[in-house]
T-cell receptor, first 113, second 114 residues
Framework: ETGVTQSPTHLIKTRGQQVTLRCSSQ?????VSWYQQALGQGPQFIFQYYREEENGRGNFPPRFSGLQFPNYSSELNVNALELDDSALYLCASSLQGGVTEAFFGQGTRLTVV | DQQVKQNSPSLSVQEGRISILNCDYTNSMFDYFLWYKKYPAEGPTFLISISSIKDKNEDGRFTVFLNKSAKHLSLHIVPSQPGDSAVYFCAAREGSYNTDKLIFGTGTRLQVFP
């Protein structure tokens, strides 16, 4: 059992709206990464947070933003939702600077209509 | 441009036989490779990994082979079991002490039939 939990599990939003997804990291892990998995694709790196600061970003526009809290939990915010934002959003926690087997949550399925 | 490629979208294997899943990569700076297994409605689960300084790593029924000169890795599952039926993702880590960014392939759906 990974201990990484995400909420909500499913979400439907309208184009143009904003959404916040949440992630609780595994105990002892200080790093959270967010990935977007579109249908039929592998997960794509959005960004990573370490000690409450963004520590690396993938090829996603600024309307994708995040936060990490002192307890290492994290939020992913997406503004001005587009239809192509429909995907499974995965959160992964790991221990920074060590051998990395990132542990993933079950994901949040976002549908934009 | 896809830096990690899994060219076989699906694979069907009989129970008890060997399953071989393949993965190719283009970036010689990748320093660590991982395989994840994913069931529907669940997040990917870590399976096995290999450092770029090794050519083989084994864990029970799972063995990963790395051929750096060919930029190719493979996952062998022996013997295959019906519970192994899932989507398998190959992932590579971009080498950096403080970065855990993983680059994933598109996945291979493995079906193990009785």
């Amino acid at each position: 059992e990974t201990g990484v939990t995400q909420s909500p599990t499913h979400l439907i939003k309208t184009r143009g709206q904003q959404v916040t997804l949440r992630c609780s990291s595994q105990s002892g892990h200080n790093t959270v990464s967010w990935y977007q998995q579109a249908l039929g694709q592998g997960p794509q790196f959005i960004f990573q947070y370490y000690r409450e600061e963004e520590n690396g970003r993938g090829n996603f526009p600024p309307r994708f933003s995040g936060l990490q809290f002192p307890n290492y939990s994290s939020e992913l915010n997406v503004n001005a939702l587009e239809l192509d934002d429909s995907a499974l959003y995965l959160c992964a926690s790991s221990l920074q600077g060590g051998v990395t087997e990132a542990f993933f949550g079950q994901g949040t399925r976002l549908t934009v209509v | 441009d896809q830096q990690v490629k899994q060219n076989s979208p699906s694979l069907s294997v009989q129970e008890g036989r060997i399953s071989i899943l393949n993965c190719d990569y283009t970036n010689s700076m990748f320093d660590y490779f991982l395989w994840y297994k994913k069931y529907p409605a669940e997040g990917p689960t870590f399976l096995i990994s290999i450092s770029s300084i090794k050519d083989k790593n084994e864990d029970g029924r799972f063995t990963v082979f790395l051929n750096k000169s060919a930029k190719h890795l493979s996952l062998h599952i022996v013997p295959s079991q019906p519970g192994d039926s899932a989507v398998y993702f190959c992932a590579a880590r971009e080498g950096s002490y403080n970065t855990d960014k993983l680059i994933f392939g598109t996945g291979t759906r493995l079906q193990v039939f009785p």
